[in-house]
């Protein structure tokens, strides 16, 4: 099985328009084997520097899962997987025993909405950011019995009225993980049946970020006073850090349509993946402040004023969700496309894999030992249901051209 390789081109000036380019299949059809060539001796070194690609069998880690849409994996060895449509986090062990962890309150399902980004945050970190004078408020929630002395589970979900982010102490053992009582941690993001954005995760600034949808009105991506159709960032508490691009703003980036997956390289930059509407998804650059330009613009148009996409694709290669960055490689989960892009972004190469072979992908993460973890998603009625869906799987990565 090959990958399919896209020409290269630097980074940020130069662009790399992808689907103009003939891909060559990259991943098993049905008919075909599913493993990769087994990579040589040696070349597994999970401390290996990047950029770096699949090799060799993809092991299921575990299955069953229902329209699963957020991996966070956990230092106890256990990883928790956010269920979109029956509002359950379940809990996969190290052992590869999944179990139902809780119903998260208050998420009310309906089309794109529901249990969508997952993250968690060291509570003793959480309250010496609240100390240090950057937060509005220290945190006086009880913490007592959460796991191992102390984790917040914050969760992006559609309730009732609108978008939002909560946090939940995460409570017990490994293999018998539990949620405590919910508290808000910002409303007011405006939901509807799709564009809820959804993805939240913690920056190596200690900042939470959440994307955001236009929520089907495309005139809030460009309202600096909407937010919808942003990328947000904001202390663990939901206060607006001091050194936002715009003072009492949470907005930390606006003109976006649907972002669903932001990742931050080892030396702290920041990018994001955004569907696009009919013509290009893309994977955007983060600069704080920035303006992406939708609805004004969509893909690489040039129009001053707005920051075009390094690399773009269309809609049917693409559909991005899920984004990761390990060792010096950026994994892209793709739903239509039905593949994991990897991307090299000191050059913007991009190389699919997995075409086709798991259907719809919807994130994916840094897995144990120098490893991808990547979770399908068949079951929320737009893709091909196979036996055991949904999958999480697991896949050896390697320096590239080390095969």
């Given at each position: 099985?090959?990958?399919?390789r ?6 940020p000036?130069?662009i790399l ?13 049905e ?7 087994p990579?040589?001796?040696g ?7 990047g950029p770096?690609?699949?090799v ?8 069953g899962?229902?329209?699963p849409w ?7 060895g ?10 359950l986090?379940?809990e996969?062990t190290?052992?590869?025993q999944v ?10 399902p ?18 010496a ?6 937060d509005?408020d220290?945190?006086?929630a ?5 796991a191992?002395g102390?984790l ?8 009732e009225a ?5 946090r ?33 995760a ?6 939470l970020?959440a994307t955001t949808g ?13 937010l919808?159709?942003?990328?947000l ?9 001091a ?6 703003s949470l ?5 976006h349509?649907n972002p669903q997956g932001i ?8 990018w994001?993946?955004e569907?696009?509407q ?7 650059l983060?600069?704080?402040g920035?303006?992406y330009g939708?609805?004004?613009v ?8 707005f ?10 290669e693409?559909?991005p ?28 190469e991009?190389?699919p ?11 994916v ?5 120098g490893t991808?973890?990547?979770i ?5 009625g737009?893709g ?6 949904d ?12 095969r």
């Amino acid at each position: 099985m090959t990958a399919a390789r896209i020409g290269i081109v630097a980074r940020p000036a130069a662009i790399l328009t992808i689907a103009a380019l003939a891909l060559v299949g990259c991943a098993a059809r049905e008919d075909e084997p599913t493993e990769l060539a087994p990579a040589p001796s040696g070349s597994l070194d999970p401390a290996a520097a990047g950029p770096v690609e699949p090799v060799g069998e993809q092991t299921v880690i575990a299955s069953g899962f229902d329209v699963p849409w957020s991996i966070v994996r956990l230092e106890n060895g256990s990883t928790l997987i956010s269920e979109r449509d029956t509002t359950l986090v379940k809990e996969v062990t190290a052992s590869g025993q999944v179990r139902e962890v809780g119903a998260v309150p208050g998420v009310e399902p309906g089309g794109e909405g529901g249990l969508l980004g997952l993250a968690t945050l060291d509570m003793d970190a959480a309250e010496a950011g609240a100390a240090d004078g950057n937060d509005a408020d220290a945190d006086d929630a009880e913490t007592d019995g959460a796991a191992g002395g102390g984790l917040w589970l914050y969760a992006y979900i559609t309730a009732e009225a609108d978008n939002r982010v909560i946090r939940m102490p995460l409570l017990g053992d490994p293999g018998a993980l539990a949620l405590g009582d919910p508290e808000v941690v910002l409303t007011g993001i405006e939901k509807a049946g799709n564009h809820n954005g959804g993805r939240i995760a913690f920056g190596p600034d200690g900042m939470l970020y959440a994307t955001t949808g236009d929520a089907g009105d495309t005139a809030r991506s460009q309202d600096p006073d909407s937010l919808s159709g942003k990328i947000l960032r904001m202390t663990p508490e939901g206060a607006v850090p001091a050194d936002n691009p715009n003072g009492g703003s949470l907005v930390y980036t606006l003109g976006h349509r649907n972002p669903q997956g932001i990742a931050w390289e080892a030396d702290g930059t920041m990018w994001a993946a955004e569907f696009g509407q009919n013509t290009w998804d893309e994977l955007n650059l983060i600069t704080p402040g920035a303006n992406y330009g939708w609805p004004e613009v969509e893909g690489q148009e040039g129009v001053e004023g707005f920051v075009d996409p390094v690399l773009q694709w269309a809609t049917s290669e693409a559909s991005p969700s899920g984004l990761a960055s390990t060792r010096d490689t950026l994994f892209l989960a793709a739903l239509r496309g039905q593949r994991v892009w990897t991307i090299d972004p000191a050059t913007s190469e991009a190389i699919p894999y997995f075409q086709g072979q798991y259907g719809r992908i919807r994130d994916v993460t840094a897995g144990p030992d120098g490893t991808l973890w990547m979770i399908t998603n068949n079951t929320g009625g737009r893709g091909l249901v196979s036996e055991n869906d949904d999958l999480l799987v697991e896949v050896r990565l390697a320096p590239r051209g080390a095969r």
